[in-house]
């Protein structure tokens, strides 16, 4: 018995299923008070605002803001605390880059993730593709690490390193060198984390790793697809519908956001079929074959049935020809 089983069905009322689930954590409100409590769990891509949760797993949701709780974690998972800080907007996009090397700052309210905690500690924030990294230490408040992609009057694409120099000034360590540190989450967390255990009494929880993680996988697939030909095929006879036996190999990549139910992939896929054919005119037979080579690209929408299964609620693919294939009401089970 194969081990995949392929199942497909009708779309129907199925947003009733708990596509995120609620887990275990705990909420400060401002004035210290610590509920514990089960949060919705929404692998948030930006950092949140708010957050729903239930007492108890059965018991009503309700809601809380940025502006009445300080702190609140997804026990394993994650933690986001509340601060005031200057951040940096400016566009990091080419084409549409600050002509100011210095950072342009304003002052908000917001949850920043907690990815490095110690006697130093490294903090992040997401807003659609805006990327801010902030730190505090034992005597320093929290401040933004400062880095900005900004166009001299030249038109040459230049950038800001100054969170090189903040490094340097406020995390400095025997044997730490700053100089490969680059303004990415893996290595500024590794740099912290090497900092806190730089004296051999620190110690460091690492958040970093605990987030959803971006995965690959693979699966080959086989099939029979049908080549059909048109009835006025001149100057040829004897031209009938074909199988075209097809082989390929299917790679998904999925996202580390959003409770993994994001993912990129593509198909390639390679068709051979033999024909035969008898030209009307001179009676010539005449023998081909055909080969064909697709690579398709999409993107797919999963909701979790539980940690095993997973329906795929959309699906989008893109072949390199003029074909597009979309299937929104179709769901896919895979038993494993």
């Known amino acids: 018995m194969k ?38 769990s929404e692998d948030w891509r930006s950092n949140p605002v708010e957050i729903k949760y239930r007492i108890n797993e059965d018991s009503k949701t309700k809601k809380e803001t940025i502006n009445s ?26 084409g549409k880059l600050s002509s100011k090397r210095a950072l342009e700052y304003t002052e908000e309210t917001l949850f920043l993730k907690v990815l490095i905690e110690g006697n130093a500690n490294l903090y992040f924030h997401q807003d659609g593709n805006l990327f801010s990294y902030f730190y505090t230490t034992q005597n320093k408040p929290i401040r933004l690490l400062e880095h900005k992609r900004f166009k001299t009057q030249q038109g ?36 912290f984390l090497k900092f806190n255990n730089c004296d051999g009494n620190g110690s460091s929880i690492d958040y970093s790793k605990k987030q959803s993680k971006k995965s690959i ?22 031209l009938t519908n074909k199988n075209l036996f097809s082989a390929g190999i299917e790679l998904i990549y999925t996202l580390p956001f959003n409770n993994n139910k ?7 896929t390679f068709n051979l079929t033999k024909i035969e054919a008898i030209n009307k ?11 064909q080579l697709y690579f398709p690209i999409g993107v797919k929408y999963f909701i979790h049935v539980n ?19 979309q299937k929104p009401y179709n769901l896919l089970i895979n038993f494993k």
């Open 217 to 238: 996988a693979f699966d080959f697939k086989v099939g029979i697809h049908q080549l059909q030909f048109s009835k006025d095929s001149e100057p040829f006879k004897s």
């Open 69 to 94: 709780i300080k702190e609140f974690s997804i026990y394993e998972i994650n933690k986001f605390q509340r601060f005031t800080v200057n951040i940096d907007r400016s566009i990091d996009r080419v």
């Open 307 to 325: 940690k095993k299964s997973k329906l795929l609620h959309f699906q989008q693919k893109s072949l390199l020809s003029n074909e597009v294939e």
């Open 3 to 40: 081990k995949n089983i392929t199942i497909l069905i009708l779309f129907i009322g199925l947003n009733t299923i708990a596509q995120t689930k609620f887990k275990k954590g705990y909420f400060i409100s401002n004035d210290g008070i610590k509920t514990e409590c089960f949060i919705k």
């Open 156 to 191: 040459v694409i230049s950038e800001n390193k100054n969170y090189i120099y903040q490094i340097k000034r406020d995390l400095s360590c025997t044997n730490l060198k700053t100089k490969p540190v680059k303004y990415t989450k893996k290595s500024l967390s590794n740099y």
């Open 262 to 268: 994001w993912a990129l992939f593509t198909e390639p």
């Open 281 to 291: 005119f001179n009676g010539r037979k005449i023998e081909t074959t055909i080969g």
